[in-house]
């Protein structure tokens, strides 16, 4: 069995340095487990959150809001 190099969130490049692997995320499965995200240590502070979910949290929480509950 091979392993899987980690590739880079910000610039789409595989990470070929361990130690050059930083964890930013966990994104969610939705048949299993899930998934590590990962940048390089210069790329890990650049890495910023799906735009989609923060739309979607948003509209749930303007929801709640407005419906008094």
Do not use: F, K, N
């Amino acid at each position: 069995m091979t392993a899987t190099l980690p590739v880079c969130r910000y610039c789409d490049v595989a990470i070929t340095d361990p130690d050059d692997a930083v964890a930013v995320a966990h994104e969610l499965g939705m048949s299993g487990p899930g998934w590590t995200v990962w940048a390089h240590r210069e790329h890990a502070h650049l890495v910023e959150p799906d735009a989609d979910a923060v739309r979607m949290l948003a509209r749930v929480l303007i929801a709640r809001a407005l419906s008094g509950d």
